[in-house]
């Protein structure tokens, strides 16, 4: 045993401590993306299997050593179906930090229409979904089945309207870029994570579901108690009354204001 433990930090380089790291790098950061999501129990199944196939060579197994063997030559096609939307997450991360990527940014008077719009629904106890695109379009991640492409300017009366009961897209999300409405009656991925809390409803799910996707913060107003919650990067803060609304929403976008010829520049929240 001495003699073997020896023999192994003799022959250890360099370029295998480097080989090491690298390989616990990666194996941790697949399980920090995968962490809380179905994506994990799928990595463990798959890992599972792979140590099947190991032991079918161990005990002879042919038979389910042949079935395994034929299904792992497609392993690649079956890693990228069943981390389809972990990929595209990774891909769009990775796009977001390009060196030439612009931050986000916010008016000031969009932020104070928002507040208002928020505040109005709440009074209602009216429902609704708002998602805040950054630099990543949310266009790959939602259906718009049911929705339609719009290009308006943001305003309390016609987010209200659109969120009315009476509307036939009011139980879809609308996507805000800039001081523009872009889409209205879209339908969010609702999150997969166990962990959730199970009393929230469709609109918190979807939130925190798109928010795990792609860079946005999402605002929702929930109907049945019309309190107010903001979500990014799969994190719920709420409720928020007006003020805490307004704090947030300026810490987040305070030092990247958009100045033009009708708009201010935003003073941090007392």
Same mark, same amino acid.
């Given at each position: 045993?001495?003699?073997?433990?020896?023999?192994?930090?003799?022959?250890? $380089?360099?370029?295998?401590?480097?080989?090491?790291?690298?390989?616990?790098?990666?194996?941790?950061?697949?399980?920090?993306?995968?962490?809380?999501?179905?994506?994990?129990?799928?990595?463990?199944?798959?890992?599972?299997?792979?140590?099947?196939?190991?032991?079918?060579?161990?005990?002879?197994?042919?038979?389910?050593?042949?079935?395994?063997?034929?299904?792992?030559?497609?392993?690649?096609?079956?890693?990228?179906?069943?981390?389809?939307?972990?990929?595209?997450?990774?891909?769009?991360?990775?796009?977001?930090?390009?060196?030439?990527? $612009?931050?986000?940014?916010?008016?000031?008077?969009?932020?104070?229409?928002?507040?208002?719009?928020?505040?109005?629904?709440?009074?209602?106890?009216?429902?609704?979904?708002?998602?805040?695109?950054?630099?990543?379009?949310?266009?790959?991640?939602?259906?718009?089945?049911?929705?339609?492409?719009?290009?308006?300017?943001?305003?309390?009366?016609?987010?209200?309207?659109?969120?009315?009961?009476?509307?036939?897209?009011?139980?879809?999300?609308?996507?805000?870029?800039?001081?523009?409405?872009?889409?209205?009656?879209?339908?969010?991925?609702?999150?997969?994570?166990?962990?959730?809390?199970?009393?929230?409803?469709?609109?918190?799910?979807?939130?925190?579901?798109?928010?795990?996707?792609?860079?946005?913060?999402?605002?929702?107003?929930?109907?049945?108690?019309?309190?107010?919650?903001?979500?990014?990067?799969?994190?719920?803060?709420?409720?928020?009354?007006?003020?805490?609304?307004?704090?947030?929403?300026?810490?987040?976008?305070?030092?990247?204001?958009?100045?033009?010829?009708?708009?201010?520049?935003?003073?941090?929240?007392?």
């Amino acid at each position: 045993m001495t003699n073997l433990i020896s023999s192994l930090i003799s022959s250890f $380089r360099a370029a295998d401590a480097v080989d090491v790291l690298l390989l616990s790098v990666l194996i941790y950061w697949i399980l920090l993306l995968t962490k809380g999501t179905r994506a994990l129990s799928m990595l463990i199944a798959l890992g599972l299997a792979i140590a099947a196939l190991w032991l079918t060579s161990v005990f002879r197994l042919h038979t389910t050593g042949w079935l395994l063997t034929h299904v792992f030559s497609n392993l690649p096609l079956i890693i990228i179906v069943l981390f389809q939307h972990e990929i595209r997450r990774v891909l769009t991360q990775l796009g977001k930090r390009s060196l030439f990527t $612009r931050r986000a940014s916010m008016k000031a008077w969009v932020l104070d229409e928002l507040v208002k719009t928020c505040v109005s629904l709440s009074k209602k106890k009216i429902g609704a979904l708002m998602v805040i695109e950054h630099e990543a379009d949310v266009g790959d991640f939602i259906e718009l089945e049911h929705g339609h492409r719009v290009d308006a300017r943001v305003s309390r009366e016609l987010i209200l309207a659109i969120f009315m009961p009476s509307s036939p897209i009011h139980d879809g999300a609308i996507t805000i870029r800039d001081d523009r409405i872009t889409r209205v009656g879209c339908f969010l991925p609702l999150t997969m994570n166990p962990r959730i809390n199970k009393d929230l409803g469709t609109r918190h799910r979807a939130a925190i579901g798109i928010t795990e996707m792609v860079d946005v913060l999402v605002l929702v107003v929930s109907e049945e108690t019309g309190h107010i919650s903001a979500v990014k990067a799969g994190n719920r803060l709420g409720p928020l009354d007006q003020h805490a609304l307004r704090k947030l929403l300026t810490e987040q976008y305070l030092a990247k204001v958009k100045v033009g010829d009708s708009d201010t520049v935003l003073e941090p929240a007392p």
